[in-house]
């Protein structure tokens, strides 16, 4: 099981900082939203020279012209780019379309989708690497919230996914037994005391 590194930062300073303190432990760098809105696409460049060997994730959350925000990102740098679940067929396709010329992936994030196991099912037939079974932040501080509806979702579709909405050691084991492929941490890893040891446990949790 592959290992994404959420770095939801505001600068591309902090956001290297973090990917040298956890990248001996995890696959794949994500640049957040925040952080591409923030320091525009410099920032995935920034973190792709300083790791080569990772893949690059730019969570651009595409929602329309995904063929074109594709190529930007790939042109910067990124190995992976994200287009919203939501987004319609068109865009999602235009997105894998470059992404198949240039080698790379598409992630599809099923942030908001409400049939998520549907439309993980529909979003690999239109080309993408995997889906992400997503609950934001905000759907995170709710009252009551359990990861147990984007596993149960994963298992369902029967599609590569990824589990993103509080991942942390105590969790990793339930998402890897879900039959997920990568487990995709943030707060559990930049909020740490020691971001590199939190990203060396997490690494353990899911051996």
Known sequence: MKIQFAMDTLTTAQALEWAAAAAPHVDILELGTP???????????????????????????????????????????????????????????????????????????????EDK?????????????????????????????????????????GVPFSVAGGVSSSTAGDVKAAGAQIAVAGGALYSAEDIGSAAEELRAAVA
């Open 35 to 113: 952080l591409i809105k923030s320091e525009g696409l410099a920032a995935v460049t920034a973190v792709k020279a300083a790791h080569p060997d990772k893949i690059i994730l730019a969570d651009l959350k595409t929602m329309d012209a995904g063929g074109l925000e594709a190529e930007i990102a790939f042109d910067a740098g990124a190995d992976l780019v994200t287009v919203l679940g939501t987004a319609d067929d068109s865009t999602i396709a235009g997105a894998v379309e470059t992404a198949t010329r240039h080698g790379k992936g598409v992630v599809v994030d099923l942030i908001g989708v």
């Open 117 to 157: 196991a549907l439309r993980a099912q529909q979003a690999v037939e239109l080309g993408a690497e995997f889906v992400e079974m997503h609950a934001g932040l905000d759907e995170q501080a709710q009252e009551g919230y359990s990861l147990d509806g984007l596993l149960a979702a994963g298992r369902s579709a």
